[in-house]
């Protein structure tokens, strides 16, 4: 997904995600979310491909994906309201003007094994804080 912009989600705006081995480059979004708003929409993505599916997972998926130079008034990379686990993903030069650079949650349930970040985190729950440092490099 490259160079896409809405006023949500530039490249992807949906309530629950799979995304697997997709790559976002350069996506904008005016408000939250430069490449991901995790909102209202289901979404079925592999390997940069749409996909449709009828059944809306327990929780978003983001997996093997690299995210470059996206940006956001709130959180450049990924937005989410809900559970999601983030598995082995790139995030690189991503910026925000008031928020995370790479990846803000409000969901309970974080699940993070990052591949690399260059960019900041921000999450919801205090509880969350301690328990990164176990998920994160």
């Not at 081995?21 to 408000?31: E, G």
């Not at 996909?51 to 959180?75: H, V």
């Not at 949650?105 to 900041?120: F, V």
């Amino acid at each position: 997904f490259k160079n896409n912009s809405a006023l949500y989600g530039g490249a992807v705006y949906s309530s629950y995600a799979n995304i697997f081995n997709s790559t976002f480059v350069n996506n904008y979004a005016k408000y939250k979310g430069g490449a991901v708003h995790l909102s209202y929409i289901l979404v079925y993505a592999s390997e940069s491909e749409l996909l449709s599916s009828s059944d809306a997972p327990d929780k978003n998926i983001i997996s093997g994906c690299i995210f470059n130079n996206n940006s956001a008034e709130f959180s450049a990379a990924v937005y989410s309201y809900n559970d999601i686990s983030i598995d082995l993903c790139e995030f690189n030069s991503n910026t925000a003007l008031n928020d995370s650079g790479a990846f803000t949650s409000y969901g309970k349930n974080i699940e993070i094994s990052l591949k690399y970040y260059d960019t900041n985190f921000t999450l919801d729950y205090f509880e969350f804080v301690e328990k990164c440092k176990q998920f994160i490099l």
